[in-house]
Nanobody, 114 residues
Framework: VQLVESGGDLVQPGGSLTLSCTVS????????MNWFRQVPGKGRELVAG????????NYAASVRGRFTISRDDEKSMIFLQMNGLEPEDTAIYFC????????WGQGTQVTVSS
């Protein structure tokens, strides 16, 4: 099983980024997928999730209205479109399959700073 994130970068406040995660090694189309983030000294925080089949989404209150999670089952990928980025969004972002006890990527760094 592999989850590989990409797209992290340094961006100015108010800017946008799109993170991608490519998945292999299990049946992606039937897996609930998530994005988490973590800052040093704190636990991982669920940012957004997208359900298999229904495509239903959920978001942390801090990102609702600014971030959008999506999935492409044909390509076994998920995405996180991040708009209106704030310094508080600075973190390592992790792709996750099947929740906390599932599978994780290695993370991609997002830094929001002027």
């Amino acid at each position: 099983v592999q989850l590989v994130e990409s797209g992290g970068d340094l961006v100015q406040p108010g800017g946008s980024l799109t993170l991608s995660c490519t998945v292999s090694g299990f049946t992606f189309s039937s897996a609930d997928m998530n994005w988490f983030r973590q800052v040093p000294g704190k636990g991982r925080e669920l940012v957004a999730g997208i359900r298999a089949f229904s495509g239903r989404t959920n978001y942390a209150a801090s990102v609702r209205g600014r971030f959008t999670i999506s999935r492409d089952d044909e390509k076994s990928m998920i995405f996180l479109q991040m708009n209106g980025l704030e310094p508080e969004d600075t973190a390592i972002y992790f792709c996750n399959a099947l929740g906390q006890y599932g599978y994780w990527g290695q993370g991609t760094q997002v830094t929001v700073s002027s």
